[in-house]
């Protein structure tokens, strides 16, 4: 009787929760949509009358292709000499295709005639004035392509939308220089929006607002030495300083109401994360609040949550980084940060969705740097990226879909955009120097 | 009775353990806090006891308070007994901006000659932000020396880190390495005012080679002085 109770007893301990401390198979999976991709027939740029070089032609065509190739809803098959008659003859449903788009130059005008097949439903699109510059030509069939997006699925596209980020390289004296440039989606249309001769990283898309359309960006400056805050217009020389406060200040983070910035300071000798209310069109700031540090441990890369009630940050608070969140609006005492990241050393650069589901960031998985996120419903953390390159930085398209992060290897820095549903991330940048800390911005 | 006691008992001993393995899923923080009490002990056996920089420095300046008027401080009291931390508010204005009366770091310079012996580079171990060695610690010597010898004196300290850690972490770890360098030098005695901080994480290596030896280079602290007439 004796023995049967001490093996009861054994099967108790056994049983619990103690042996029970084994970590789950990992899962990997990839960011899914719901619904898959559907093909969109794009006609050749048939061109009439006097227009420009068919080699320019190929370049429109271009554009559009690639922004229906990689909005997550669409891909676009090969064109075909039978398609293409097919589509003269407007007998669509040949196509193999749900929708289908005819362009046609006349004249230096484009015109544009999208089709949902399935439905049987045509929608002509104002004509465009071309003006033979591809820089400036480009931007209007971006905006082409969301007015049909719109079309097609009642919801905003981002192939106009912009993309900042630093680009580093040196200078004639072989000194480090960083400057802020901005993009189209795809890469192309580089545009310098600083031009310091100094160091220029961290850019921060200011969100728009009803009545406050001018584009605002925040940047870290390194101009007088110790690195600050700068806010400046596209359409400005100088930017100006909007954090006043003793010491270095970096990585900062704006909320989506455009009201506060959070940022890192070591304002108190030690590396703390700060937040400061701020104005962006009246450069009215309050005063900077330090809302978390903590002994013998480094802040960094703060991000709000949509409503702006929320910072998630890293911290080696316990050894290797994570990422954590607190509020935004905590008391006088240092609050008790929520982790988040559990699986992965080296949790680092986190940065909230616009729709507030999912957190991406950069985890070191395997001895590589990859892009993860976080679901914040289903409470897991998913790798997203594979391969070779030290991947970091994300950030997120308006639409909470796409994913715009920087990759690393010995010989180059380069950005790259995850595409839902696509298998591969694109590259959008190319040439020497560094590309790195990418901002994606509105429309 | 003896088989209900000893079932209770496992019952009992379930309970304990599941206590046990819930503190345990918060096993990094302990790992952390740990870890923490590792560097502390091997920070103290490199440079000597907290204490008495704390009473050099209590003794000598006056320091500028982190709950000064330009931010609102946390009131971390709470933590003031586990973690004995000296830590130093930044000077109040900052070099080169409009209420400073120093210049930018344009006008800071590299030292060179005699003061080159003086300001030597500081390297760090990986993740670490205490310098590595002894010679580190006669630098630092020297360097607080020089600035309580030459008052008119004001520097920059930067602080970098190597390419193989992530960017934006680097340049949180490369503020904590500078304003370690500034705790060590203010212990020894030098005017926080004389010293200010600047990281630049990984964004200027020194050798931009991807290999041991670079990193060790890039694991720095360096000086830029300038002189104030």
Request: glycine content about 6%; aromatic content about 10%; charged content about 25%.
């Amino acid at each position: 009787m004796d023995r049967i109770t001490l093996l009861l007893s054994a099967l108790f301990f056994l049983g619990s929760p103690l042996f029970a401390n084994e970590p789950p198979q990992e899962i990997r999976v990839r960011l899914e949509t719901e619904s898959s991709l559907s093909p969109v027939y794009i006609s050749e740029v048939e061109p009439t009358g006097d227009t420009f070089p068919s080699s320019y032609l190929k370049e429109l065509e271009k554009v559009i292709r690639y922004d229906f190739q990689y909005n997550g809803k669409t891909t676009v098959p090969e064109k075909t000499a039978e398609k293409e008659r097919e589509l003269k003859l407007m007998r669509l449903s040949s196509l193999g295709s749900v929708y289908a788009i005819s362009l046609l130059v006349k004249n230096k005008t484009l015109h544009c005639k999208a089709f949902l097949i399935q439905k049987n439903a045509a929608k002509n699109f104002p004509e465009i004035s071309l003006t033979g510059s591809l820089s400036e030509d480009r931007k209007k069939l971006h905006l082409l392509s969301d007015a049909i997006y719109k079309a097609f699925f009642e919801s905003d596209g981002i192939a106009s939308s912009k993309i900042l980020y630093s680009f580093q390289k040196k200078d004639t004296l072989g000194q480090w220089i960083s400057e802020i440039v901005e993009s189209d989606w795809d890469g192309e249309n580089v545009t310098y929006l600083t031009q310091d001769s100094s160091y220029s990283i961290n850019p921060v898309v200011i969100p728009k607002d009803r009545g406050f359309d001018k584009d605002l960006f925040l940047y870290v400056s390194y101009k007088n030495g110790q690195p600050k805050i700068f806010i400046k217009s596209k359409g400005e020389s100088t930017g100006k300083k909007v954090v006043d406060i003793r010491g270095n200040q970096m990585l900062p983070a704006i909320s989506k109401q455009r009201d506060k910035i959070a940022f890192v300071c070591d304002a108190s000798g030690r590396t703390d994360l700060f937040v400061q209310s701020l104005n962006p069109e009246t450069g009215e700031t309050g005063t900077p609040k330090q809302i978390f540090s903590y002994p013998r441990s480094s802040q960094g890369s703060p991000t709000f949550s949509p409503d702006g009630l929320k910072i998630a940050f890293v911290s080696d608070k316990d050894g290797a980084p994570r990422i954590y969140v607190i509020s935004s609006e905590p008391g006088r005492k240092r609050e008790t940060a929520r982790i988040i990241t559990k699986k992965n050393k080296e949790n680092t650069c986190p940065c909230w969705s616009p729709d507030g589901t999912k957190l991406a960031y950069s985890a070191k998985t395997g001895g590589i740097r990859q892009i993860w996120i976080y679901d914040f419903a289903a409470g897991e953390e998913k790798q997203l990226t594979y391969g070779p390159g030290n991947k970091e930085n994300p950030s997120w398209a308006p639409n909470s879909l796409h994913i715009v992060f920087n990759s690393t290897d010995d010989n180059y820095s380069d950005l790259y955009v995850l595409s839902p549903e696509q298998p591969n991330a694109v590259k959008i940048t190319k040439g020497p120097g560094k590309k790195h800390y990418p901002a994606w911005g509105p429309r | 009775m003896k088989k209900s006691v000893t079932l209770l008992v496992a019952c009992l001993g379930c309970l304990v353990l599941d206590g046990c393995k819930k503190e345990n899923t918060g096993v990094w923080d302990d790992s952390g806090s740990t870890i923490g009490m590792f560097k502390r002990a091997k920070e103290r056996a490199l440079w000597g006891s907290e204490d008495t920089g704390r009473e050099t420095f209590a003794t000598t300046f006056t320091s500028s308070s982190a709950k000064d008027d330009d931010f609102i401080a946390l009131q971390d009291d709470d933590l003031k007994e586990q973690f004995s931390e000296l830590v130093f508010a930044q000077p109040k204005t900052s070099p080169g901006e409009d209420d400073s009366l120093l210049p930018g770091i344009g006008k800071f310079q590299v030292p060179t000659g005699a003061l080159a012996q003086v300001f030597k580079t500081v390297y760090f171990n990986t993740d670490e932000y205490s310098p590595k060695d002894a010679d580190s610690k006669a630098t630092i010597q020297k360097v607080a020396a020089y600035l309580k010898a030459n008052p008119s004196t004001f520097i920059f300290v930067t602080g970098n880190c190597d390419q193989r850690g992530p960017e934006g972490y680097n340049q949180a770890l490369g503020l904590r390495r500078c304003n370690s360098i500034r705790s060590m030098l203010i212990r020894e005695g030098a005017n926080p005012e004389q010293i200010h901080t600047i990281s630049y994480g990984k964004e200027k290596p020194a050798d931009p080679r991807n290999n041991a030896e670079a990193w060790a280079k890039n694991r720095r602290a360096e000086f830029k002085i300038f002189v104030k007439k």
